[in-house]
């Protein structure tokens, strides 16, 4: 790729300052913190001095996050480079997405990027033994799963926690955004077409495949969450690259079921970073409706867990909705006691009911939402009648 500065990362810098400065001036660096940009905005005004809006006694903590950033990418691309080297031994073929991509080839700076896992993608096939390596190399699941194989059937990815010093998280995957028979995830073919290789002991996606993959990552897999606008300088810094071939980004995402997440995340770009996309991203963007599934860029009703697991369930084939469903409402012992180890070990069997309280609980206020919702929407499209006293009403 060609340097990142002409892609204008200092304009993207001062786009960041500019949302980040709505907020009281002490909470600045907070609010960095969260949209994970305070190595980035070191970088950037370190050298073309700070904006106002920036107190003086925050300036130290970007700083601080600056160089903790470089530290901890360096620690993830060693273990990544490791990891990769014994795969590869074992004819397992990998490929780095997202973080661990960007920040060696998208960022001027590995520490610009800040990674909190390394997200490596391996064909299905080799999953069990890629997981039998890492296992190996001294990784472990983070989590026991609800019901064994059950990643594998209804997951995109399983999350392995280890390193020297027990700080490394590897997300395995063998899907870019849902299970096997997922019909939002591409066919592992998809990938391997689209890989471009380097000296590096792993394969990474090309510019134009990895844009559509961030597009799909966030609308698909993460809509129902607040997206850090990390992500979304991610998505503005690849979509400048030379090497973009528009045609088929477009014949990808029409292909894959993915236009309107791209579109949505464009719209994104635009109305919280006010800058820019590039003319044939834009004029597709613009062709594209604006749909209500996408358009609700923050919805914070979908995290309720009843709403989550009923979409899931609407990706998967039938047996993979028999498997989590079956997970969901009598889930392993072990997955019991580490997902409430606040329970004695004698009353542990009492989790049971109080997670089928608590979901039924849940799912009760979400149908009492959408109900209300319903009744809302009629209520607005009925035509206002006159009152007996002459005055307008529903």
């Known amino acids: 790729m060609p340097s990142v500065a002409a892609h204008g990362l200092d304009r993207l810098a001062r786009a960041c300052a500019k949302e980040l400065a709505e907020g009281a001036p002490s909470d600045y660096f907070a609010r960095s913190e969260v949209e994970r940009l305070s190595p980035l905005l070191y970088y950037c005004f370190d050298r073309l001095g700070w904006p106002d809006t920036v107190p003086e006694d925050e300036r130290r903590h970007f700083r601080k996050a600056y160089y903790a950033s470089a530290g901890r990418n360096v620690d993830l691309l ?126 990474r996606l090309s510019e134009t495949a990895h844009l559509a993959y961030l597009a799909a990552h966030m609308k698909l897999q993460h809509y129902d969450e607040e997206i850090p606008l990390l992500w979304l300088v991610d998505f503005t810094l690849l979509a400048s690259s030379s090497t973009m071939d528009w045609e088929l980004l477009f014949a990808d995402a029409r292909a894959l079921g993915w236009s309107d997440a791209l579109a949505a995340t464009a719209r994104d770009v635009h109305r919280r970073l006010a800058v820019d996309l590039p003319e044939p991203l834009a004029q597709f963007t613009d062709s594209r409706p604006l749909l209500p599934q996408t358009a609700q860029l923050h919805r914070r009703d979908g995290r309720d867990e009843p709403e989550r697991v009923f979409n899931e369930l609407t990706t998967l084939p039938w047996h993979a909705r028999w498997a989590l469903v079956c997970a969901l409402v009598l889930p392993s012992v ?59 009403s529903c």
């Open 78 to 203: 060693d273990a990544l480079g490791t990891a990769a080297e014994a795969l590869s031994a074992r004819k397992i073929q990998t490929i780095a997405v997202k973080g661990a991509d960007l920040a060696t080839n998208v960022y001027p700076s590995v520490a610009l990027r800040p990674m909190s896992d390394i997200d490596l993608c391996v064909a299905p096939e080799q999953g069990d033994a890629a997981e039998a390596t890492l296992t190996e190399l001294g990784y472990r699941p983070y989590a026991p799963e609800m019901k064994p194989g059950l990643s594998r059937k209804t997951r995109h990815a399983k999350l392995f926690i280890g390193g020297a010093r027990d700080n490394i998280a590897i997300d395995l995957h063998w899907s870019l955004v849902g299970g096997p028979g997922d019909k939002r995830a591409p066919h592992y073919d998809w990938l391997r077409d689209n890989t471009v290789r380097s000296d590096a002991p792993y394969a």
């Open 334 to 392: 072990s997955y019991m006691r580490f997902r409430y180890p606040s329970v004695p070990s004698w009353a542990w069997p009492l989790a049971y009911p109080l997670r089928w309280a608590r979901f039924v609980t849940r799912a009760a206020a979400l149908v009492k939402r959408g109900i209300g919702r319903v009744v809302r929407r009629e209520t607005r499209t009925q035509p206002l009648l006159a009152s007996p006293d002459g005055r307008k």
